[in-house]
């Protein structure tokens, strides 16, 4: 009787974990796993919601459309573009601010509050006020650049072709500075002390520092952080939604406004849905290359 | 004075710890200027650093003559559901994984992991199905479910993080002392976590608070509308009145900025916990 209960309730100790998980599974099957397979299965049919009977099986035909679009490449490079300036000068800026951040001054919390703060912002609110910033019509930029002389009459920057796309730009690296900063500012707090002060002892430069210790070190988080912002710009539209939507005439879309835009104006699921898939090859394909190049799984260790 | 006896290092140094908040305050500083002038002003003929006469207008507008009140409690109660039961989740979860070895537990971390990946655009069209067959679409239901969803797995590995922080020993010696399991986590483990659960609901809350597409997607009556969904629906109609938008974006902006303000700290430690030790 005592054994039974006693296996019983090791049995139930091997359960609690599963159970622990079981409503995070649940959630996440149905609100990740089946959404993937139902866009895989939408991206074969014909499947506009204006037409509710002409639903049905579509071959490779939002396949077919999508790679003979004359928008697909002026997109996929914008995409490219997007990312690589965009982590890029995230990176780099991110970076500077958490070394800067990385001594103890008077006054540090307070500071961190502010320069983290775009973190909290609704990317809707930051598109709005960038939009404002480049208007044409009374926007600031226009008016500190004429101020300066370097222009001498406003200019549309969200309305011109090829140039639609950098204040949009400008805007996201704004907005995604303070993540790399938190990122790379908690890991260089993770340096053990003794190891910057032999390489003092050593007489190590500041240069040498960061390049033999502090960047090997930290590259882990390095990978990582850059992984998953490129993932994460990648993905994201609300800003070129926002200020640009797109245009003019389609020119500074990214995969997933232009899919946005399928879904909201042409409502046509299927080829939306083909859009949404290609997104997701992509980063699959990007992740395991990324992965391998860096060497992540032999990184760290000095 | 001082400064000049600086090295030129720290100089260096302290001009880029200038530079970053002046760049940062500059967007919020044009907003805040636009949404206290008046539309003369804004509209005029010279631009003006700073108004030359201040006007509540935009704001009265803001309250009185528009949905925004709608949409601000709508997000409010959208925010506040989602950041509860993503905490609940979460810290079920989060325990397993941190204080448990088990088959699979691997493999569940990269389910979890891989969910970052998955597009939104991937997700709106599935989900908007699936809500229409749940009779779902255009409830405020729809949204508080989706944001949890997509909210948990991140915050469940951030969880287990703050989790992981905590020496095990600590619930050893309660349940010496004859505690039973559930009661040392409950009495125990988180109060000493509360700065990283406030963290994660801190996180979970600005999701909610600042989603647009799901939103756009769900929501189509002004009754169910949060506060982003709402201006941007409003700015596809009309054009956009700058001053009343701006108003709009700073009040907008009170809630989130006013939690971070206090619990950046911990989202920082929290994020780096998710991510790297993830």
Same mark, same amino acid.
């Given at each position: 009787?005592f054994?039974?209960?006693?296996t019983g309730?090791?049995?139930?100790?091997a359960?609690?974990p599963?159970l622990?998980l079981?409503?995070?599974?649940?959630?996440?099957?149905? #609100?990740f796993?089946?959404?993937?397979?139902?866009a895989f299965?939408?991206?074969f049919?014909?499947?506009v919601?204006?037409?509710p009977n002409d639903?049905g099986?579509?071959?490779l035909?939002n396949?077919r459309a999508l790679?003979?679009?004359p928008n697909?490449l002026?997109?996929l490079?914008?995409s490219l573009?997007?990312?690589?300036a965009t982590? &890029?000068?995230?990176f780099?800026?991110?970076f500077?601010l958490?070394?800067?951040l990385?001594r @103890?001054?008077?006054?540090?919390?307070a500071?961190?509050?502010v320069?983290?703060?775009?973190?909290s912002?609704?990317?809707f609110?930051?598109?709005m006020i960038?939009?404002w910033?480049?208007?044409?019509h009374n926007? *600031?930029?226009? %008016?500190?650049l004429l101020?300066? &002389?370097?222009?001498?009459?406003?200019?549309?920057?969200l309305?011109?072709m090829n140039v639609s796309?950098?204040?949009?730009?400008i805007a996201m690296?704004?907005y &995604?500075v @303070? #993540?790399f900063?938190m990122?790379i500012?908690?890991? *260089?707090?993770s340096?053990? %002390?003794?190891m910057?002060?032999a390489?003092?002892i050593?007489g190590?430069?500041k240069?040498?520092k960061?390049?033999?210790?502090?960047?090997?070190?930290?590259?882990?988080?390095l990978?990582l952080?850059? *992984?998953?912002?490129?993932?994460?710009?990648?993905n994201?539209?609300?800003?070129?939604?926002?200020?640009?939507n797109?245009?003019p005439?389609?020119?500074?879309h990214n995969? @997933?406004?232009y899919t946005?835009?399928?879904i909201?104006?042409?409502a046509d699921?299927?080829?939306?849905s083909?859009?949404?898939?290609?997104?997701?090859?992509?980063m699959?394909?990007?992740?395991? #290359?990324? *992965?391998k190049?860096?060497?992540?799984n032999?990184?760290?260790?000095? | 004075m001082r400064?000049f006896?600086?090295s030129?290092?720290?100089?260096i140094r302290?001009?880029t710890?200038a530079?970053?908040?002046?760049?940062t305050?500059?967007?919020?500083?044009?907003?805040?200027v636009?949404?206290l002038?008046?539309?003369?002003?804004?509209?005029?003929?010279?631009l003006?650093?700073w108004p030359k +006469?201040?006007?509540w207008?935009n704001y !009265?507008?803001?309250? +009185?003559n528009?949905n925004?009140?709608q949409?601000f409690a709508?997000?409010a109660l959208v925010?506040?559901v989602?950041?509860l039961?993503?905490?609940?989740v979460s810290i079920?979860?989060?325990?397993?994984?941190a204080?448990?070895?088990?088959?699979?537990k691997?493999?569940i971390?990269?389910?979890?992991l891989?969910?970052q990946?998955?597009p939104v655009?991937?997700?709106?069209?599935?989900?908007?199905?699936m809500?229409?067959e749940?009779k779902?679409?255009?409830?405020?239901?729809?949204l508080?479910?989706?944001?949890t969803?997509?909210n948990?797995?991140?915050?469940?590995i951030?969880m287990?993080?703050?989790?992981?922080?905590?020496?095990?020993?600590?619930?050893?010696?309660?349940?010496?002392?004859?505690?039973?399991?559930?009661?040392?986590?409950? +009495?125990?483990?988180?109060?000493v976590?509360?700065?990283?659960?406030v963290?994660?609901?801190v996180?979970?809350?600005t999701? !909610?608070?600042n989603d647009?597409?799901?939103?756009?997607?769900?929501a189509?009556?002004?009754?169910?509308k949060?506060v982003p969904v709402?201006?941007n629906?409003?700015?596809q109609?009309?054009d956009?009145?700058?001053g009343e938008?701006s108003? !709009?974006?700073i009040?907008?902006?009170i809630?989130?900025?006013?939690?971070?303000g206090f619990?950046q700290?911990?989202?920082? !430690?929290?994020?780096s +916990?998710?991510a790297?030790?993830?």
């Open positions: 009787m054994s039974r209960s006693l309730r090791r049995r139930l100790r359960l609690q599963y622990l079981l409503p995070a599974f649940v959630i996440v099957l149905a #609100f796993a089946y959404p993937v397979a139902k299965q939408l991206s049919m014909r499947y919601l204006y037409r639903i099986f579509a071959g035909e396949y790679l003979t679009d697909l002026r997109i490079w914008n573009i997007w990312v690589v982590v &890029g000068l995230q780099l800026l991110g500077v958490a070394l800067a990385n @103890p001054f008077r006054g540090k919390n500071y961190q509050a320069v983290f703060l775009p973190w912002v609704s990317a609110l930051i598109g960038f939009k910033m480049f208007s044409e926007g *600031l930029i226009n %008016h500190l101020q300066i &002389g370097l222009l001498d009459k406003p200019v549309a920057f309305a011109m796309i950098i204040p949009v730009i690296v704004w &995604g @303070p #993540f900063g990122m500012l908690a890991a *260089l707090q340096i053990p %002390h003794e910057m002060e390489a003092d050593d190590a430069g240069m040498r960061l390049f033999s210790i502090v960047i090997p070190y930290i590259k882990p988080t990978i952080t850059v *992984l998953l912002r490129v993932i994460w710009v990648f994201s539209a609300e800003l070129i939604y926002v200020m640009t797109g245009g005439v389609n020119s500074s995969l @997933p406004s946005f835009d399928k909201g104006y042409s699921y299927g080829q939306a083909a859009l949404g898939v290609m997104m997701l090859i992509i699959a394909v990007y992740t395991v #290359f990324f *992965l190049a860096t060497k992540y032999e990184a760290g260790d000095i | 400064l006896r600086h030129g290092s720290s100089f302290f001009v710890l530079l970053f908040p002046a760049g305050l500059l967007p919020f500083y044009w907003m805040l636009t949404s002038k008046s539309r003369k002003e804004i509209y005029g003929d010279t003006t650093i +006469q201040l006007t207008a !009265a507008t803001t309250f +009185q528009s925004f009140p949409y709508n997000s925010s506040i989602t950041a039961l993503v905490i609940v079920l979860g989060g325990y397993g994984l204080r448990y070895r088990f088959r699979g691997g493999l971390m990269l389910v979890f891989s969910t990946m998955i655009m991937v997700m709106l069209i599935p989900l908007f199905m809500f229409g749940l779902l679409l255009d409830t405020l239901a729809a508080i479910i989706t944001y969803a997509i948990i797995p991140f915050c469940l951030m287990s993080g703050f989790f992981q922080r905590i020496p095990y020993v600590l619930e050893e010696a309660a349940m010496i002392d004859g505690c039973g399991r559930f009661r040392t986590v409950v +009495q125990i483990v988180l109060p976590m509360l700065p990283g659960i963290a994660t609901f996180f979970a809350f999701a !909610a608070w647009l597409f799901f939103g756009v997607m769900f189509n009556s002004d009754k169910v949060t709402g201006l629906s409003f700015i109609k009309f956009i009145n700058w938008m108003a !709009a974006g009040l907008s902006l809630p989130v900025v006013f939690m971070f619990v700290r911990y989202i920082v !430690a929290g994020l +916990q998710g790297v030790k993830g």
